[in-house]
């Protein structure tokens, strides 16, 4: 079953349908290689935790997708390893995106929404991916890393072309991985030269002083990862909520009317339209059965995060946007030891956008019937661009 097409159009529409008639079902990965599909959400929910389904690609049988290639000195990332690696390196990065770190960055955060949103005026039209919900986490993520203003501008390509590859450019993404290897191996070197207040200069201390503890790979696949990972979900996070508060209208008037539920909305707007479709690809290192079905060893399960969060049998009416309901328990960031280490972060951003926004613009909504436009992507839920009319002041 080759899902890439349907889930481009309507992705709730197909996991409905899968979910319908099997928790788990055989298709083919975006190279074509098979792979088995998990749709329901106590089968997601237990799998995201099941230690018998790896992430390690030693476990992978020959013959089945394995997702993204990257050459090795990015690949040695957090989302390729199990323990006791991934713990290990998982805990050196981790206090970068504590809850009480990421409050330190809320202030910060807050001048660049606000700057972002001067440079649109008052009154008129802006596609808000390129102008909004892109710079404002590319910013912060390398404010965080330390990166130099003049060196941020190819990372929206860069990200494009390996999440959503463009089929008549069959060459872009090994040509952004090649670019990317040579941005960050410069940035690695610079900083081990001028080492400044920043993550990456913490990380390359760390990597310097105790080579058992973070090899040269690692720091590199790192870096990639925080960057990737830390900028791409959040652009997707922050895009997917405007436009779902637009079509939503009920929605957006009682969130304006309480801005003080605004935490509470960007959980419900997670789980109604996550940045990620799938959970990162894992590899059963045993037989194991999944719902009425048994993975052969060896072979590819994905996860679907976004199935799992409009799963009924776990939340009710799911396909209703409800900024009161009871999110606890979505998975629209993962769970358990692999949950995403930015979390915090991601939530705070997408927090802020939302407030500086609707405090700045009290007329916010689509510009046109096709002001929305997707990506095409298996794997990840999120605009290519969202045309907005706005005005400040009072409503009309």
């Known amino acids: ?111 660049v929404a606000d700057q972002l949103l001067d440079a649109l005026g008052t009154d008129g039209s802006a596609e808000l991916i390129g102008a ?73 201390s760390v990597r310097d002083a105790e080579d058992d503890r973070l090899s040269e790979d690692e720091l590199l696949s790192l870096v990639f990862l925080i960057l990737f990972a830390g900028f791409e979900n959040t652009v997707q996070l922050i895009g997917n909520a405007v436009w779902a508060l637009l079509k939503h209208p009920a929605q957006l008037a009682a969130l304006r009317e309480d801005m003080s539920k605004i935490p509470a909305a960007v959980e419900e707007l997670s789980r109604f339209e996550g940045p990620a479709l799938l959970a990162i690809r894992r590899f059963a290192t045993e037989d194991l059965t999944i719902g009425d079905v048994t993975v052969p060893a060896g072979e590819t399960v994905l996860l679907s995060l976004s199935a799992a969060n409009r799963d009924p049998g776990r939340f009710a009416d799911p396909d209703r946007l409800d900024i009161d309901r009871d999110t606890a328990g979505h998975l629209a960031l993962g769970h358990g030891i692999h949950y995403c280490l930015g979390a915090p972060l991601a939530r705070a951003e997408t927090e802020i956008a939302l407030t500086a926004l609707l405090e700045r613009f009290t007329v916010l909504e689509p510009d046109g019937d096709d002001a929305a436009q997707w990506r095409r992507s298996l794997r990840a839920r999120g605009l290519k661009s969202l045309r907005v009319r706005f005005r400040a002041g009072q409503p009309a």
């Not at 099997?22 to 298709?27: D, K, L």
């Not at 074509?32 to 998990?38: D, F, L, R, T, Y």
């Not at 494009?160 to 008549?168: G, H, R, T």
């Not at 030269?193 to 990456?200: E, I």
């Open 1 to 111: 079953m080759d899902l890439a097409d349907n889930l481009a159009t309507d992705p709730y529409g197909v996991y409905e349908r899968l979910r319908t008639t099997s928790p788990v079902h055989r298709i083919q990965g975006t190279d074509g290689q098979p792979a088995w599909i998990v749709t329901r959400y106590e089968e997601v929910r237990a799998g995201l935790a099941d230690p018998r389904l790896s992430l390690d690609k030693r476990h992978a049988r020959t013959g089945n997708y394995q997702g993204l290639q990257l050459p090795p000195a990015l690949d040695a990332n957090l989302l390729n390893m199990d323990p006791p690696d991934h713990t290990r390196i998982r805990r050196l990065v981790g206090k970068a995106f504590t809850a009480g770190r990421v409050e330190q960055l809320r202030a910060p955060i807050r001048a």
């Open 132 to 204: 909004y919900a892109a710079p404002l986490p590319i910013t912060v993520i390398c404010e965080l890393l330390g990166i130099p203003r003049e060196r941020r501008g190819d990372f929206r390509g860069w990200t494009q072309a390996l999440i959503a590859p463009d089929p008549n450019q069959p060459h872009a993404a090994k040509e952004a991985v090649k670019a990317m290897m040579r941005f960050f191996t410069g940035l690695i070197e610079h900083k081990r030269q001028t080492p400044a207040d920043d993550l990456l200069s913490d990380l390359i």
